[in-house]
């Protein structure tokens, strides 16, 4: 569907579903052709932003908190580690995780790399359609209310075996 076909659809007749895909892939597009000067793509991207966030974070953390499966965590880190932009230590606590940690260089990628998502960003909040802070706390809300109900039907999954 074009760009003109879709803005004469009726915003009540497309599934909110199809409307946050349609944002994320947009985002990721647009990220990953910006990210081609530093090697990394968006999941890449957020993976240092996760790693950053938290100091003495694992891979096990990583995967949970970005909702990523451990497998494919495992391959972007080492991907990231053979560009030098993190680095792996076995976690003395417990020897069968790996502590990840941002190398001076990840970090400078990460700092270079934010100013792309704040571009983006602007561009998409310019001309006020809704207040980018109101609207993250929506989103942040739903989020929450998304992962509550997965919770609960896990549990109630848990409980019929």
Request: hydrophobic share 35%; net charge negative.
């Amino acid at each position: 569907m074009s760009c003109e076909e879709f803005r004469e659809t009726e915003a009540r007749d497309i599934p909110i579903g199809k409307l946050i895909s349609i944002i994320s892939k947009g985002q990721t597009i647009f990220i990953n052709h910006k990210l081609n000067e530093f090697g990394i793509n968006s999941t890449q991207l957020f993976l240092l932003y996760e790693i950053d966030y938290q100091d003495d974070i694992n891979q096990e953390q990583i995967a949970s908190r970005c909702t990523i499966n451990k497998g494919a965590v495992a391959r972007s880190i080492k991907k990231l580690e053979e560009k030098n932009l993190v680095k792996r230590e076995i976690d003395s606590d417990n020897r069968r995780q790996n502590k990840v940690f941002l190398t001076p260089q990840g970090k400078d990628v990460l700092n270079r790399s934010s100013s792309i998502l704040e571009n983006w960003e602007k561009e998409v909040f310019d001309g006020e359609i809704i207040n980018k802070e109101e609207f993250q706390i929506i989103l942040k809300d739903i989020a929450i209310r998304i992962m509550e109900i997965n919770e609960r039907e896990a549990e109630n999954e848990q409980k019929e075996e």
